[in-house]
């Protein structure tokens, strides 16, 4: 069972209100991912840190959403004015390693966001 | 850019059938390819990876072989169980991002559903 904790299971939000989520890491993984999953499955990056350091992040995430990874507390993701269009399953995952392609990822159950 | 296509789903399949699930890839690398299974409720998790090609990965029963010639990486088990009814998904993960960060490509997900 993964021990990425994601809170809260479930968010519901009104069209320009703020969304924020919540993900502890599994214990010594230094790299954290945030990735959106909508309705067909699909994945989409958002961000990662590595430590508490930004590695990447799309122009959206970087434009609508703050995120942030601080010493000994929970990651998190904000949106800053939701939209109808981020209605999605966000999903965090943890790794040991952020420098090879071998990566395994061990997610979280997720945060389904609705906006309504 | 880097692709990844696998089976269309639903795949619907009585209990003590084989399954065979394709997955075929695009990319100029020399990826790590994966196979993640979603179960409803839960975030992604890792059944197997192979970074090399021609080798193969295997857990509880699944199994895919790497096949570089083909660009392909099939999931297949001989006999599927009730509980083996969730998401699949393959990826692959580029080694160009190597250094920084890893990302996984994704697939957009094989829906399983055994019936007993």
């Known amino acids: 069972n993964s021990k990425v904790i994601q809170t809260p299971r479930y968010l519901v939000k009104g069209q320009g209100q703020k969304a924020k989520m919540r993900c502890i890491p599994e214990?010594?993984?230094?790299?954290v991912f945030w990735y959106q999953q909508n309705k067909n499955n699909e994945f989409k990056f958002l961000i990662n840190?590595?430590?508490?350091?930004?590695?990447?992040q799309i122009d959206m995430t970087e434009k609508r959403f703050s995120a942030e990874c601080p010493s000994n507390s929970p990651c998190s993701l904000e949106i800053q004015s939701s939209e109808a269009g981020d209605s999605a399953l966000y999903l965090c995952?943890?790794?040991?390693?952020?420098?090879?392609?071998?990566?395994?990822?061990?997610f979280g159950a997720g945060t389904r966001l609705s906006v309504l | 850019g880097d692709s990844v296509t696998q089976t269309e789903g639903p795949v619907t399949l009585s209990e003590g059938t084989s399954l065979t699930v394709n997955c075929s890839y695009e990319?100029?690398?020399?990826?790590?390819l994966f196979w993640y299974v979603q179960y409803p409720g839960e975030g992604p998790q890792l059944l197997f990876k192979?970074?090399?090609a021609n080798e193969k990965g295997s857990s509880r029963g699944f199994e895919a072989t790497y096949n570089k010639e083909a660009t392909s990486f099939h999931l297949q088990k001989a006999s599927v169980q009730e509980s083996d009814s969730a998401v699949y998904y393959c990826?692959?993960?580029?080694?160009?991002?190597?250094?920084?960060?890893?990302?996984?490509?994704w697939g957009l997900g094989t829906s399983l559903v055994v019936n007993p």
């Open positions: 995952a943890s790794s040991l390693f952020g420098g090879t392609s071998q990566n395994t990822l061990y």
């Open positions: 192979v970074p090399k």
């Open positions: 990826a692959l993960s580029d080694p160009f991002y190597v250094g920084d960060n890893s990302k996984l490509i």
């Open positions: 840190f590595q430590n508490q350091e930004v590695l990447q």
């Open positions: 990319t100029k690398q020399y990826p790590t």
């Open positions: 214990k010594g993984h230094p790299v």
